[in-house]
């Protein structure tokens, strides 16, 4: 997850690199102050393509994040992590008793029974 953030943000950066050192800009000071129209519309062009743009992408980031919210629950994935815990039974012999966790993707313990049907870890001291 890191690694790709990463690797964007360099490849963003030497996009916009390239863009620049390629003269790919606008110049909104150029124009005649007795014929402005054009620097006019370009600054308004501009804006208006700003606005509308942060429009559509909040809309997209809207429907985005809702389907992933409602898809979440439905997510058959889970990863487990077993330990195997000894322990000495009344008549003293030792077993090993495995105990499940479940994790999510990051390795954290969710608070919930693991679907194995064992039973829950002991309290950590």
Sequence with gaps: M????IIAGIFTSLFTLL????GCRSDYGAGSPYHPGPTAGKAIGTG???VAGNAAGFGV??????ASGVAAPF????????YW????????????VPYDILVDQYGRSVNMP????NSAPPAQK
């Design 2 to 5: 890191k690694k790709s953030i």
């Design 19 to 22: 863009l620049a050192a390629t």
């Design 48 to 50: 208006v393509g700003v």
């Design 61 to 66: 980031g809207v429907v985005e994040g809702a």
């Design 75 to 82: 997510d058959p994935s889970y990863h487990m992590v077993r």
């Design 85 to 96: 815990k000894t322990e000495t039974t009344a008549d003293g012999r030792t077993v090993q």
């Design 114 to 117: 693991a679907p194995t049907g």
